[in-house]
T-cell receptor, first 111, second 113 residues
């Protein structure tokens, strides 16, 4: 089986930096993905880490350490529109497409 | 524009009735997925299909059924056997190779009373 843990909520002010941690336990590992979901909307893909290290896409960065079974999503220069839920997900080793999602972290950005 | 459509956005049904949720994609993706999301929770996989005429159960398939007769379409039926069907249902698709993103539809919010 697989399990992922991430904090339930994080609050920060505009312009700040937020780090969302994700630890996982899997029987096999094929990469860590991050998705953003605004309230009532569809999840959208943010990033994927298949190897150790940092991936940067604009204000968002994602990091993976396979030896620690740990990853994080870093949100920089927070904007009000970044208020959303953020999910980490790992791919099921038994199926190339199937993802297991964490419970999500609600990020609240305040003025 | 390419994308995934789900209809309707909101659906209301009486207990004991089967209901079918629509999912169509024009992205030419091989793989399609159905997820259920309950308030404050993550996405749980109901069924997925890697290719036409083939599908597999996900983590919470009981009380649901699917078909994949066309590459573009992956309808989900919520049967009367599903004990707690009220939820937000999301359909997704992907190319299917490792590391590729899943594209999600706008979702259908089903309420059963």
């Amino acid at each position: 089986g697989q399990s992922l843990e991430q904090p339930s909520e994080v609050t920060a002010v505009e312009g700040a930096i937020v780090q969302i941690n994700c630890t996982y336990q899997t029987s096999g590992f094929y990469g860590l993905s991050w998705y953003q979901q605004h309230d009532g909307g569809a999840p959208t893909f943010l990033s994927y880490n298949g190897l150790d290290g940092l991936e940067e896409t604009g204000r968002f960065s994602s990091f993976l350490s396979r030896s620690d079974s740990y990853g994080y999503l870093l949100l920089q220069e927070l904007q009000m529109k970044d208020s959303a839920s953020y999910f980490c997900a790992v791919r099921d080793p038994g199926s190339w497409g199937k993802l297991q999602f964490g419970a999500g972290t609600q990020v609240v950005v305040t003025p | 524009d390419g994308g995934i459509t789900q209809s309707p956005k909101y659906l209301f049904r009486k207990e004991g009735q089967n209901v079918t949720l629509s999912c169509e994609q024009n992205l030419n993706h091989d793989a399609m997925y159905w997820y259920r999301q309950d308030p404050g929770q993550g996405l749980r996989l109901i069924y997925y299909s890697q290719i036409v005429n083939d599908f597999q159960k996900g983590d919470i398939a009981e009380g649901y059924s699917v078909s994949r007769e066309k590459k573009e379409s992956f309808p989900l039926t919520v049967t009367s056997a599903q004990k707690n069907p009220t939820a937000f249902y999301l359909c997704a698709s992907s190319i299917g190779t490792p590391g590729t993103e899943q594209y999600f539809g706008p979702g259908t919010r089903l309420t059963v009373t």
